[in-house]
C-alpha cells in the first residue's frame, strides 16, 4: 500500500474542514432587530415576524408609518423604499425605520397606509403546488380615504405582477416569493406592504382535523332576547391550531352565525340544529352538531299611571298662561323602571307636550285629551289618560284716552275700553276695573270720568271673566300744568336819578302782576341795592341806605318760580357838616 502524501492529507482536511462549515452555517439562526425612530412615528412589519431567522432565508422589512408621520428612510443603509428585501446575512442585525413629521402645508402628501390581509403574516406562509392562493388587502389614504380597485397592484419578485384590486386568487411558481401590494392614491402618492409565501413542489397527505363545541350543549334552552355564548376548538395535524375563519357556526334555521373560536348572537324562535364546521387549509372538513331550543319571549306592556292633573278634579281647569304640572309613573315588569325618553306626553290638540315622568308645559285654549304613553324595550306600549280644560283671558282695548294724551288739572278725563272673552262675550260693569298706578282706583265699566293728580299715570283697564281670567291693557298719560308766563315788576318810587341823603329814610313802592295770580304781594317782591344787599320786601317800605350811587332792583317771584325784574339807580350821600359858633369874648374887668 502506497504511502498518502502529506499534501493530500492536508487537503482533505480542508475540505471536510469547509463541508462541516457550510452545513453548520447553513442552520445558523441570528437576531433581525427592527426599531422605529422615533418610536411614536410608526412600525416595521416584518415576514418571517420571528425574532432569530436562518441564515440565508428571504426576508421582507415594511415601515408603515403613524397619522402625522411619514417614512424616511432605512438606516444604516439609506434605502428610501418603504419595502426592503433581502437574505438574512451572517451575524445579528438592525434595520432602523426613521420616520419624520408630516407637514400638512407641505406638497408633499402622506402616502396611503397599506396592510395585506391574505396571505398572513406568518413564518413564511406555505402552499402546495398549483394551489390558488387568495390575495386581500386593505389601503387608506389620509386625504381620499379608502382606496379601491385598479389603485391595488400585486407583484411577485419571482412571477412578476400577479394582478390588480383589494381580492383575487392566482396559483404561484414554486418557490420563496415576496409579495408586494402597492397602493397608489389620487396625488399619486404609493404605500407599500410586503408578505413572503413559499410554494412547495408537491402537496404532502393531509391528515384528519379535530375538533369540537364547548357550548352550546344539546339540550340547552334559551329566549330569542338573550345572547348565546358559542364556543368552540379545531386541531389539524398539519395547520395546528385552527382559529378565524376556519370555524364556521350555522343554524339550520337561521344560517350561518359566524367565525371563529368564541362568539355571542341572539337566535329566532324554533329548536335549531347548531353545526360548528372545522376546515383545515386543504379544506378537509369536520363538522360537529348539538339541538337547542330558542322560544319567544312573552312581554308583559308597561303600566303607565297619571298621578296630576287627575280627572275630576276641580284644579283641572287653567288658564293658557299657567304653566301646568304634570306627573306620572311608568313601570314595566321585564324592564323595570324605564328611561326618561320612553314615557311621552300628548296633548290630542297640541301633540307631544313633554317625556319623562314629570314635566311643566302650557297649553293651548280647549279641552285636551292628555295621553301619557309608555314604551318598553319589545315596544309594548301603557298607557294613562286624563283630561283638563284650559281657559283663555280676554282681550283688552283701550278706546279712549290715547297712550301719550296730556291734560291740565281739574279736567275731567273721559276713560272708554271694552274686553271680549271667548266664553262669557263683552265684559261690562264691574268686569271692567280702571286703576292708576298714581292715584289708585278710577271706577268700574266701560266709561267713566275722573279728575286725576299731576303727574304722569299708568292707566291700567284690568277686565276679569266668569272664569276668574284676567286681561289687562296699560297706557300712560299726564296732567300737567299749562306753560308758566313770569310775572312783571314795576318800581314806582324811587325815581331813576334822585339824590338822598344818609340821614334820612327813603320811601319804595313798586307793583308786580302775574298772569295767571294777578297782583303780587308781601314776600313775592324783593327788593335789592347792589351795595346794601337786600333792603326789603313787599309793595312799599321806608329805609335808609349808605352812602354811594346805588342800583336798586325789585324782583317779582310767582308760585312757579317764575320772575320778573326792574331796576332804578339813585345816589345817596352823606349830609353837609354843620358850623360851630366861636364862643363870645369874656370882658376883662
Not at 475540505?15 to 432587530?33: N, Q
Not at 412615528?41 to 421582507?60: K, L, T, W, Y
Request: hydrophobic share 40%; glycine share 10%.
Amino acid at each position: 500500500m502506497l504511502a498518502e502524501k502529506p499534501y493530500l492529507r492536508l487537503f482533505k482536511y480542508i475540505f471536510v474542514a469547509s463541508v462541516l462549515l457550510l452545513l453548520t452555517a447553513g442552520h445558523c439562526e441570528y437576531s433581525l432587530s427592527t426599531p422605529s425612530e422615533p418610536p411614536e412615528g410608526g412600525i416595521v412589519r416584518r415576514d418571517p415576524n420571528s425574532s432569530s431567522i436562518p441564515h440565508e432565508f428571504p426576508v421582507a422589512l415594511t415601515a408603515v408609518p403613524n397619522e402625522g408621520f411619514v417614512f424616511s428612510h432605512w438606516e444604516p443603509t439609506g434605502n428610501e423604499s418603504p419595502i426592503v428585501r433581502f437574505r438574512m446575512p451572517d451575524g445579528d442585525r438592525t434595520r432602523t425605520a426613521v420616520f419624520i413629521p408630516f407637514d400638512p402645508n407641505s406638497a408633499v402628501s402622506q402616502p396611503p397606509k397599506v396592510t395585506i390581509v391574505s396571505p398572513t403574516r406568518n413564518d413564511a406562509t406555505q402552499f402546495e403546488n398549483a394551489e390558488r392562493i387568495l390575495f386581500s388587502g386593505t389601503a387608506v389614504d389620509p386625504e381620499d380615504g379608502n382606496l379601491t380597485g385598479g389603485s391595488f397592484v400585486w407583484v411577485s419578485n419571482i412571477d412578476g405582477q400577479i394582478g390588480t384590486g383589494e381580492s383575487f386568487t392566482t396559483v404561484l411558481s414554486t418557490g420563496h416569493h415576496t409579495i408586494t401590494l402597492t397602493v397608489t392614491d389620487s396625488r399619486q402618492v404609493e404605500g407599500a406592504d410586503a408578505v413572503i409565501a413559499i410554494v412547495a413542489v408537491a402537496a404532502p397527505d393531509n391528515g384528519a382535523s379535530a375538533g369540537g363545541m364547548t357550548s352550546p350543549t344539546s339540550g340547552d334552552e334559551y329566549l330569542t332576547t338573550d345572547t348565546i355564548h358559542f364556543t368552540g376548538a379545531g386541531h389539524d395535524q398539519e395547520d395546528g391550531t385552527l382559529t378565524g375563519a376556519s370555524l364556521v357556526w350555522a343554524s339550520d334555521i337561521d344560517g350561518e352565525i359566524g367565525t371563529g373560536e368564541s362568539l355571542d348572537a341572539t337566535l329566532s324562535e324554533g329548536n335549531h340544529r347548531i353545526s360548528l364546521t372545522i376546515s383545515d387549509r386543504q379544506q378537509k372538513k369536520l363538522t360537529v352538531m348539538n339541538d337547542i331550543v330558542v322560544e319567544m319571549l312573552v312581554n308583559e306592556p308597561p303600566i303607565a299611571a297619571i298621578l296630576s292633573p287627575l280627572f275630576g278634579e276641580s284644579a283641572l281647569t287653567f288658564l293658557t298662561a299657567d304653566s301646568i304640572d304634570f306627573n306620572g309613573v311608568a313601570n314595566d315588569p321585564e324592564d323595570g323602571v324605564l328611561p326618561r325618553e320612553s314615557i311621552v306626553w300628548e296633548s290630542d290638540l297640541d301633540g307631544q307636550i313633554g317625556i319623562g315622568e314629570s314635566i311643566s308645559a302650557s297649553l293651548s285654549p280647549g279641552v285636551h285629551n292628555i295621553t301619557l304613553t309608555a314604551t318598553d324595550s319589545q315596544q309594548a306600549e301603557g298607557i294613562g289618560l286624563t283630561i283638563v280644560r284650559v281657559h283663555a283671558p280676554p282681550t283688552v282695548a283701550i278706546t279712549s284716552p290715547a297712550d301719550g294724551d296730556t291734560f291740565l288739572p281739574g279736567d275731567s278725563i273721559a276713560f272708554s275700553g271694552s274686553a271680549d272673552d271667548l266664553e262669557d262675550g263683552a265684559l261690562t260693569g264691574a268686569s271692567l276695573v280702571w286703576a292708576s298706578d298714581v292715584a289708585g282706583l278710577l271706577g268700574t265699566g266701560g266709561t267713566i270720568n275722573a279728575n286725576i293728580s299731576l303727574g304722569r299715570h299708568a292707566i291700567a283697564l284690568i277686565a276679569t271673566d266668569s272664569q276668574g281670567g284676567v286681561g289687562t291693557v296699560t297706557i300712560s298719560i299726564i296732567v300737567a300744568l299749562p306753560p308758566n308766563v313770569p310775572p312783571t315788576a314795576s318800581i314806582e318810587s324811587p325815581v331813576f336819578g334822585e339824590t338822598f341823603r344818609t340821614d334820612g329814610d327813603i320811601a319804595f313802592y313798586g307793583i308786580g302782576n302775574d298772569t295767571e295770580e294777578g297782583s303780587l304781594k308781601g314776600a313775592s317782591l324783593v327788593w335789592t341795592s347792589d351795595i346794601d344787599g337786600e333792603v326789603g320786601t313787599g309793595e312799599a317800605f321806608n329805609v335808609s341806605l349808605s352812602e354811594g350811587t346805588h342800583i336798586i332792583i325789585l324782583t317779582v317771584t310767582d308760585s312757579r318760580e317764575g320772575a320778573g325784574t326792574s331796576s332804578v339807580t339813585i345816589t345817596v350821600v352823606a349830609p353837609e357838616p354843620t358850623a360851630t359858633p366861636e364862643p363870645a369874648a369874656t370882658p376883662v374887668p
